[in-house]
T-cell receptor, first 116, second 114 residues
Framework: EAQVTQNPRYLITVTGKKLTVTCSQN?????MSWYRQDPGLGLRQIYY???????DKGDVPEGYKVSRKEKRNFPLILESPSPNQTSLYFC???????????????FGPGTRLTVL | AQSVTQLGSHVSVSEGALVLLRCNYS??????LFWYVQYPNQGLQLLLKYTTGATLVKGINGFEAEFKKSETSFHLTKPSAHMSDAAEYFC????????????FGKGTKLSVKP
């Protein structure tokens, strides 16, 4: 089954404790992206990746890191989480590259993160 | 730069009534436009998209949207609401140039009353 998976689905942590949220897709997509969803703000892009070893900042990258060492995986890293990073996080993938921006994005089920 | 405005953060309709969710966009290039739906505790699912060609686009679950360039709008409609349509709906526009990058509106939560 074609899908995007995220782990963990729920996470409660404390300020400053490094964490990683994993994202994996099995559709051989080149494009992957991370969003955060907050009430009243919709989805805001954190980082995206056009291909392996190619990443770029989205609209709200502060406090986050990503890596793209393999095509299927795109982990989101919070080196020192803070309470304002409490949010619902979604990973998405899309492809193949067409240069036209018209490809559907497939979303993971979400990770609800609480930073105390 | 692209942007999306969804009018109304909450919309409530009766079962069987017309559903109309409004979306206006701004884009310096011909836009690609999307509607996504998010059911409670789930990720986003594509309802429909407009890229080129026919301006009336049909999607899943009986939804459709019409691209109106003169009004910079892409409103989502469904003739008859069903209880299962209760969800949050997001309009999005492609940033253009970068494959896959989308700008989302803030969402409209649809409630359906029996």
């Amino acid at each position: 089954e074609a899908q995007v998976t995220q782990n963990p689905r729920y996470l409660i942590t404390v300020t400053g404790k490094k964490l990683t949220v994993t994202c994996s897709q099995n559709m051989n997509h080149e494009y992957m992206s991370w969003y955060r969803q907050d009430p009243g703000l919709g989805l805001r892009q954190i980082y995206y990746s056009m291909n392996v070893e190619v990443t770029d900042k989205g609209d709200v990258p502060e406090g986050y890191k990503v890596s793209r060492k393999e095509k299927r995986n795109f982990p989101l890293i919070l080196e020192s989480p803070s309470p304002n990073q409490t949010s619902l996080y979604f990973c998405a993938s899309s492809g193949p590259r067409g240069g036209r921006g018209n490809n559907e994005q497939f979303f993971g089920p979400g990770t609800r993160l609480t930073v105390l | 730069a692209q942007s999306v405005t969804q009018l109304g953060s909450h919309v409530s309709v009766s079962e069987g009534a017309l559903v109309l969710l409004r979306c206006n966009y701004s884009s310096s290039v011909p836009p690609y436009l999307f509607w996504y739906v998010q059911y409670p505790n789930q990720g986003l699912q594509l309802l429909l998209k407009y890229t080129t060609g026919a301006t009336l686009v049909k999607g899943i679950n009986g939804f459709e949207a019409e691209f109106k360039k003169s009004e910079t709008s892409f409103h989502l409609t469904k003739p008859s609401a069903h209880m299962s349509d209760a969800a949050e709906y997001f309009c999005a526009v492609s940033k253009g140039g970068s494959q896959g990058n989308l700008i989302f509106g803030k969402g409209t939560k649809l409630s359906v009353k029996p």
